[in-house]
């Protein structure tokens, strides 16, 4: 049965949901006795089916963060730019943010539109080895607002994951919206049965972000997604004047550093502030080559080779995430 | 006409506005809380109902760390940060045992969640309710404007930052906006510009003038725009009155003429 089936109500809480069958929303569905008996609870098919899509790429990473506006698309973009520098690695980004996609348009794929072929969806290429799906891709305008309730999104997550004909990728990386809610579940859930070689976590050294952020390694650790390393954006800004530092967010509780050392997690490194990124960003195109020389780029590229040697480490021992 | 007994606990609040953005880390839950104290000093009685239950920031922007919440025989007390109870809040952040536990809830049960907030929390008289939401368009945003169909809402404003990524996701929230009903009082470009302490150069960390364009582009009043402050960013981390402690910033004035848009904006309804 589907999730959420075509005659279901309003507030419908998912066939899968513990809670299925039992909502004050369930009164008078046509489905309530079934799900009430947990018959619709079975694990979902699609988990076996992902397992099989996903049989044919290598390494499966998360960019999450608990906090919004940290950087975590800017991050993904920066990333996928940087492992397909190397043009014999084939590089996927899949954007689960389903109300506030911002990858097309920090890909330069505004306007773009996905075509479907017998073997699925087909993703957009920035590059011949440079994939991109986003839900950004469905929709007609600018303006066009997403208005789901989370079984809804959970199906989309679900389309993305299954239905997408990604090929053989050595590197699929996914965008997370902020939070710890439906997105996150599903794909955690749905790439249950593929395995994920780990989560990279951002922040910035606010304690505002890193509350938010210490539950979301909390929820890393409770559904046991191994975690590559921390992140810190917006790490200081340099004037470009007078060349003094500025902390616009400061560490007031010693920033990812302490949060790391208290958690006993890897910092991967700290990105300062530069007014390019966010430009970039804005015109599509790819930060870490328009500005190789600058101190963020060289944050990024030190970053990602860790994150490289990280997969590659996973793979030599044997162990599969 | 409503009766006022239909309207249960929020029978004695004057006005409801919404803060929302399409896009995550914009300031909402800084310019609620800045929002709040400026209407507080003003001599006005507030209340700040906060939605995002993954991630409740405004206990500590009004540094009031953990704390029970009680009830009484018309619902949930709420917080109030001073003894004169001028301002009152309600976050999912007071009902967890620990303030590092993770909030993994789906859809429907945030939504149960939201609308208990909306509905049995005892606010009493209140001139303003402002309600902070996560980013999105999405079970807490359909939660809140739902529960809240019984109430007169004075609109929402909408905050971004002048990139277009941004904006790009407020230009989401504005149809939300449009779809359900939701009067916008205003746009407010938040992170505007980053003055150096040191030489005084003013840096467009950000980029600058997304949220004009906005406002003119979708034809919604432009509130103002608020620059990037350090020592703003510093006094919400520790729970301080930014309002008090630095009246003479340039943020300061900023905010104020934002807080006299809004009013001017409401009374003019």
Same mark, same amino acid.
């Given at each position: 049965m589907a999730d959420v089936p075509s005659d279901a109500p309003e507030h419908c809480p998912g066939t899968s949901s513990v809670e299925a069958g039992k909502t004050s929303a369930c009164q008078?569905?046509?489905?309530?006795?079934?799900?009430?008996?947990g018959a619709a609870r079975t694990p979902d098919p699609a988990i076996e089916e992902i397992k099989q899509k996903m049989a044919s790429v290598k390494h499966k990473i998360l960019v999450l963060s608990g906090k919004g506006g940290v950087g975590k698309s800017t991050f993904s973009a920066q990333l996928v730019y940087g492992l397909a520098s190397d043009t014999s690695t084939e590089v996927a980004l899949l954007d689960v943010d389903i109300c506030g996609p911002s990858i097309p348009k920090m890909m330069g794929l505004e306007g773009e539109q996905v075509h479907q072929s017998g073997s699925g969806w087909s993703p957009v290429y920035v590059e011949d080895n440079l994939a991109v799906m986003s839900i950004g891709f469905l929709l007609s305008s600018p303006d066009d607002a997403v208005i789901w309730r989370g079984p809804k999104k959970n199906g989309m997550i679900k389309q993305f994951l299954r239905d997408v004909d990604w090929g053989e990728l050595d590197y699929l990386i996914v965008d997370t919206p902020p939070g710890t809610s439906d997105e996150h579940l599903s794909v955690v859930q749905y790439l249950s049965g593929a395995g994920v070689d780990g989560a990279i976590i951002i922040t910035t050294p606010q304690e505002l972000s890193l509350q938010d952020v210490r539950k979301e390694i909390?929820? *890393?650790?409770?559904?046991? #997604? !191994?975690?590559? +390393?921390? &992140?810190?954006?917006?790490?200081?800004?340099v004037c470009p004047k007078c060349k003094n530092t500025s902390q616009i967010f400061p560490?007031?509780?010693?920033?990812?550093?302490?949060? *790391?050392?208290?958690?006993? #997690? !890897?910092?991967? +490194?700290? &990105?300062?502030?530069?007014?390019?990124?966010?430009?970039?960003?804005?015109?599509?195109?790819?930060?870490?080559?328009?500005?190789?020389?600058?101190?963020?780029?060289?944050?990024?590229?030190?970053?990602?080779?860790?994150?490289?040697?990280?997969c590659k480490d996973g793979v030599e021992d044997g162990s599969p995430d | 006409m409503e009766r006022s007994d239909e309207k249960g606990n929020l029978a004695q609040v004057r006005h409801v506005v919404l803060v929302l953005s399409g896009k995550g880390g914009v300031g909402k839950s800084t310019l609620t809380t800045e929002l709040a104290l400026a209407l507080r000093h003003a001599g006005k009685k507030v209340g700040i109902l906060d939605v995002d239950l993954c991630g409740p920031s405004i206990p500590r922007m009004l540094c009031v760390g953990r704390q029970d919440v009680h009830q009484c025989d018309a619902g949930w007390v709420p917080v109030y940060t001073d003894a004169q109870k001028s301002l009152a809040l309600m976050?999912?952040?007071?009902?967890?045992?620990?303030?590092?536990?993770?909030?993994?809830?789906?859809?429907?049960?945030?939504?149960?969640l939201i609308g208990q907030f909306v509905s049995d929390v005892a606010w009493g008289e209140l001139d303003f309710l402002l309600v902070d939401t996560p980013p999105g368009t999405s079970d807490e945003h359909l939660a809140v404007v739902e529960n809240l169909r019984k109430h007169k809402v004075d609109g929402a404003i909408l905050v971004t930052t002048p990139q277009a990524v941004s904006t790009g996701d407020v230009r989401r929230e504005i149809t939300f906006c449009k779809k359900t009903g939701l009067r916008i009082l205003g746009i407010v470009e938040n992170m505007s510009g980053f003055v150096c302490p040191h030489c005084?150069?003013?840096?467009?960390?950000?980029s600058k003038?997304?949220?004009?364009?906005?406002?003119?582009?979708?034809?919604?009043?432009?509130?103002?725009?608020i620059p990037l402050d350090p020592q703003l960013s510093t006094s919400v981390e520790e729970?301080?009155?930014?309002?008090?402690?630095?009246?003479?910033?340039?943020?300061?004035?900023?905010i104020s003429h934002i807080a006299q848009a809004v009013l001017a904006n409401i009374a003019a309804a």
């Open positions: 008078g569905c046509p489905n309530q006795r079934i799900c009430a008996s909390g929820f *890393c650790r409770k559904v046991k #997604l !191994p975690i590559i +390393g921390v &992140v810190e954006n917006m790490s200081g800004f560490p007031t509780t010693g920033g990812a550093e302490k949060m *790391c050392s208290d958690m006993q #997690l !890897p910092l991967l +490194g700290q &990105v300062p502030l530069d007014p390019r990124i966010g430009k970039s960003c804005d015109e599509g195109r790819s930060f870490l080559s328009l500005e190789a020389e600058s101190p963020a780029a060289a944050a990024f590229s030190s970053i990602i080779q860790k994150i490289r040697q990280y | 976050s999912i952040g007071f009902l967890l045992e620990n303030p590092d536990d993770a909030v993994v809830w789906r859809g429907p049960k945030k939504t149960a005084s150069e003013c840096s467009n960390i950000f003038g997304g949220g004009e364009e906005l406002a003119k582009l979708s034809g919604s009043p432009f509130l103002g725009c729970g301080k009155d930014f309002i008090q402690a630095f009246p003479e910033s340039a943020t300061f004035s900023a």
